[in-house]
């Protein structure tokens, strides 16, 4: 059955004008944000994109297959296994200079450590700069933002649970009569961050 974009805004909780500037390719969503337009959609996120599928649950860094959402420049790299019942998902982030995304918020929690660089959180209203060592751990019920504030790539881990089946691995459709376990968010987003900077 065909939804208007108000429809879909109202299920998957991301604006009209957003959605609409989606649609006609001027705008780029995060993994994050569409894993809740394809929760609001009943199909699981590989229906927009592929995500590569670890067999094992061991990863090693010379086997890893990076990818990325059509469009972004944001390159991914999946560490977490995908097998029955796994509740979290996790990736290494590597993130443009600049990079700006959406303010989102969610069920479930996320944990980000920055590996190299610096990020500038908002979680809240308030505004955290994690220099690389630093971390933090949050809930996703709070809205919360990113963004890369420097002049070149930062790499972020990025640790989440998300309580919607919107990933490969966890998806179920409703029609099943199941109700979905758990899922993946892979990502915060950002909007109105400026003006801080790191070395």
């Given at each position: ?13 991301v604006s009209v004008g957003y959605l609409s500037q989606v649609e006609r390719d001027n705008a780029t ?171």
């Amino acid at each position: 059955m065909a939804m208007t974009l108000q429809e879909l805004s109202a299920a998957c909780g991301v604006s009209v004008g957003y959605l609409s500037q989606v649609e006609r390719d001027n705008a780029t969503p995060t993994l994050g944000t569409l894993a809740e337009i394809a929760a609001a959609l009943d199909v699981g996120i590989d229906h927009f994109i592929a995500t590569p599928r670890q067999s094992e649950s061991v990863t090693r860094a010379d086997e890893r297959q990076p990818f990325s959402v059509s469009g972004t420049s944001i390159i991914y790299e999946q560490i977490g296994a995908e097998f029955p019942g796994h509740e979290l998902t996790s990736f290494i982030m590597n993130v443009p200079p600049g990079y700006r995304s959406e303010t989102v918020q969610h069920a479930g929690e996320e944990l980000i450590f920055v590996l190299q660089g610096a990020v500038l959180l908002v979680v809240d209203g308030q505004k955290f700069l994690l220099r690389e060592g630093d971390s933090m751990h949050y809930l996703g019920q709070h809205p919360h933002s990113w963004s890369n504030p420097l002049d070149r790539v930062v790499r972020l881990l990025w640790t989440g649970k998300m309580l919607h089946g919107a990933t490969p691995s966890a998806y179920i459709p409703r029609e099943s009569g199941l109700a979905s376990v758990s899922a993946d968010d892979l990502f915060v987003a950002s909007r109105d961050v400026t003006d801080e900077t790191a070395e």
